[in-house]
Nanobody
């Protein structure tokens, strides 16, 4: 099992920026893909962005052009840079890691609140 620890959330005004970090307890070279998911209040958890070991990225349409996922292999950390934040971006953000043979691990989540 890979332990994942999110950080960087908080309260920000609409139009502002935040950077979320997800630190993994194992080398991210051993993880096939990592991603960020968003769960708005009262709604289901939805994909925001993913990044593979090879660096390929994928984004939800709602965040394209505003959010960027990246990784620092030396720090075993994946980041989510969130710009031009909107009120609808409010919610809990979860980091996950998918590894062949190990399955999916989730972080505990971190709150992001965007005030309008």
């Amino acid at each position: 099992q890979v332990q994942l620890a999110e950080s960087g959330g908080g309260l920000v005004q609409a139009g502002g920026s935040l950077r979320l970090s997800c630190a993994a307890s194992a080398s991210i070279f051993s993880i096939n893909a990592m991603g960020w998911y968003h769960q708005a209040p009262g709604k289901q958890r939805l994909l925001v962005a993913t990044i593979t070991t090879g660096g390929s990225t994928n984004y939800a349409d709602s965040v394209k052009g505003r959010f960027t996922i990246s990784r620092d292999n030396a720090k075993n950390t994946v980041y989510l840079q969130m710009n031009s934040l909107k009120a609808e971006d409010t919610g809990v953000y979860y980091c996950n890691a998918y590894s062949v043979g190990r399955g999916i691990d989730w972080g505990q989540g971190i709150q992001v609140t965007v005030s309008s």
